[in-house]
């Protein structure tokens, strides 16, 4: 699966935006900035995800695709058949 464009945009900008800011805004003005994005990562995330208090993660993932390592180390026992 190949990543999202948003994930390049991210991490395009979380690479760049901190040199092309700190020469505009210095250094306390672009940790402000960061501050603030993460804060409302944070805030978007713990009010837009299911709560998972006392639930078990295993009927979640039912139907998720298993990692590439767990799949690569089940093939080379022979254990699952790589797909045609």
Same mark, same amino acid.
């Given at each position: 699966? $190949?990543?999202?464009? &948003?994930? %390049?945009?991210?991490? %395009?900008? #979380?690479?760049?935006a901190? $040199?092309?800011?700190? *020469? @505009? $805004? #210095?250094?306390?003005?672009?940790?402000? /900035?960061v501050?603030?994005v !993460?804060?409302?990562?944070?805030?978007?995330?713990?009010?837009?995800?299911?709560?998972? @208090? #006392?639930?078990?993660?295993? *009927?979640?993932?039912?139907? +998720?695709? +298993?990692?590439?390592? !767990?799949?690569?180390?089940?093939? &080379? @026992? #022979? /254990? @699952?058949? *790589? *797909? +045609?």
């Open positions: 699966m $190949a990543p999202s464009p &948003s994930a %390049f945009a991210g991490a %395009f900008g #979380g690479a760049y901190p $040199a092309w800011l700190v *020469p @505009r $805004a #210095g250094l306390g003005g672009t940790g402000t /900035i501050a603030t !993460a804060l409302l990562g944070m805030a978007v995330a713990l009010t837009m995800l299911p709560g998972l @208090r #006392g639930q078990s993660l295993e *009927p979640l993932s039912d139907g +998720a695709p +298993a990692g590439a390592a !767990a799949l690569g180390i089940a093939e &080379s @026992r #022979g /254990i @699952r058949t *790589p *797909p +045609a």
